[in-house]
């Protein structure tokens, strides 16, 4: 229970206003030790409340420890701007409770706005790394009294190009804080040493493995010859299947667009998000699918982190994943909260090795399904029959005795005829005697030019 963690009777209002009474897994493993001021890395599955694992003992200390006179006490980072305004609409819930404010930086706003906002000292800044940094080259930002620094979702600012700003953003910290560094997947091969540069003497917390999570996701795939295949089998899915919302991921934002046109002429509620649109677009789109006025999002993997709608319980990937990471966190779109959801790849012969590494990487194979009527010719890859050791067999045993001389490659012709030849005269002295004459590839086989 909340109510047995000694947390101002403001935050304990939030959480009944939010319905929310248990602690989750994550939640009870992380707040004992982040309310005892340890640095915490945290390995915990998608939807399992790792954002109030972090926010409720900041809250807390911030409450505790009045500081009028500083400037930004808490900074949470993360990569992309549904998942910062996500963060800030939860923070300004607790806010709105206590007398502590909270910001939000995010490309695509206006810097002045912005910039205003910062002159007023809120105690809680969430932001993405880039709108950060411009605000700190600027002057605008100060983190000289910053106690804590959250890093949300990690790895994917490590793949977004991010680290050398999140270098940046630490330089301006101050030394002496209290770090959270948070993903459903810290695999990412710089994670280590981001880790051993930003955290000191850290609590490791991992709630499940990769291969562990996603439990109440069935997930299948079906293979298709084409993308004219998968615009076929999209249309009957999203026709077939039972769900209250649905997230259909490519991996280019240009194909976001055609099948934003293409689904159109098929279905309503569609709606369709990736990084090149405006922020009013995008803050447009993600209302209409929470309030449940568009159902079905077309979308690149902008949506992949962190974006908490309620309802979606389809996510189909028309573009498979690159990484096994980022399948991860598509599929976790759905199935949260212990709700159960379905998970369908579109796999191209192409894409087959592509499944076959993600499949290896969570240690689970995807359910193999056919639409009836829909079915196409690519029928997975031709199996080839090795030999030897690769295939699993015993070398032939060499043959013994009677049976070695019997299996013994007989003697050429050419071996043979060239004993009765004799010693090969040198070069010179055979193209003397036979002058006017072409000679064969060994030189001594005279063959007379025809006249």
Not at 84 to 107: I, P
Not at 154 to 181: C, H, N, P, S, Y
Not at 191 to 217: C, F, P, S
Not at 394 to 404: E, F, N, R, T
Request: glycine share 8%; with cysteine; charged share 30%.
């Amino acid at each position: 229970m909340f109510a047995d963690i000694n947390f101002h009777h403001r935050l304990l209002t939030g959480l009944e206003q939010l319905d929310i009474a248990e602690p989750t897994e994550v939640q009870s493993l992380v707040l004992p030790l982040a309310l005892a001021g340890r640095d915490v890395q945290v390995c915990a599955e998608t939807g399992s409340g790792k954002t109030l694992a972090y926010l409720l003992p900041i809250l807390e200390k911030l409450l505790q420890q009045e500081a009028p006179q500083s400037a930004t006490r808490a900074l949470v980072l993360v990569p992309t701007r549904e998942l910062a305004r996500q963060v800030f609409k939860t923070a300004k819930h607790f806010c709105d409770l206590t007398e502590l404010n909270v910001g939000l930086l995010t490309g695509g706003d206006e810097f002045r706005y912005q910039a205003a906002m910062l002159r007023k000292n809120p105690e809680i800044i969430v932001s993405t790394p880039g709108r950060l940094v411009d605000h700190l080259k600027r002057g605008t930002a100060e983190l000289g009294d910053l106690e804590f620094l959250v890093l949300d979702e990690a790895d994917r600012m490590l793949d977004m190009g991010f680290a050398e700003d999140m270098e940046l953003i630490v330089g301006k910290a101050a030394v002496e804080r209290q770090t959270f560094m948070l993903s459903a997947t810290l695999r990412h091969e710089g994670i280590g040493r981001i880790a051993r540069a930003m955290l000191k003497d850290a609590a490791e917390v991992t709630t499940k493995t990769v291969q562990d999570q996603h439990e109440y996701i069935r997930q299948q795939r079906i293979l298709a010859d084409d993308n004219a295949h998968k615009d076929r089998l999209l249309v009957w899915l999203l026709a077939n299947e039972s769900y209250d919302k649905a997230i259909i991921f490519v991996n280019k934002r240009i194909e976001v667009d055609r099948l934003n046109d293409f689904l159109r002429r098929h279905r309503e509620g569609i709606a369709m998000l990736h990084g090149e649109m405006t922020q009013d677009e995008r803050n447009y789109v993600m209302q209409s699918l929470r309030e449940g006025k568009r159902n079905i999002l077309v979308a690149t993997d902008v949506a992949a982190r962190g974006l908490d709608v309620e309802g979606v319980d389809l996510v189909i990937n028309y573009d498979l994943a690159r990484k096994g990471d980022e399948y991860v966190h598509r599929i976790g779109r759905t199935g949260r909260a212990g709700k159960e959801g379905l998970a369908i790849s579109l796999i191209s012969p192409h894409e087959w090795n592509l499944k076959a590494s993600i499949e290896r990487y969570l240690q689970q194979q995807m359910e193999a399904r056919k639409v009836a009527g829909l079915e196409g010719s690519y029928k997975g890859p031709k199996k080839v029959k090795a030999s030897g050791k690769a295939a699993g067999g015993k070398k032939k045993p060499k043959p013994k005795g009677a049976a070695a001389k019997k299996a013994a490659p007989k003697k050429t012709a050419a071996r043979s005829d060239k004993k009765k030849l004799g010693p090969r005269p040198s070069r010179p002295k055979a193209r003397e005697e036979n002058k006017g004459t072409l000679m064969d590839s060994e030189g001594f086989a005279p063959i007379k030019k025809k006249k």
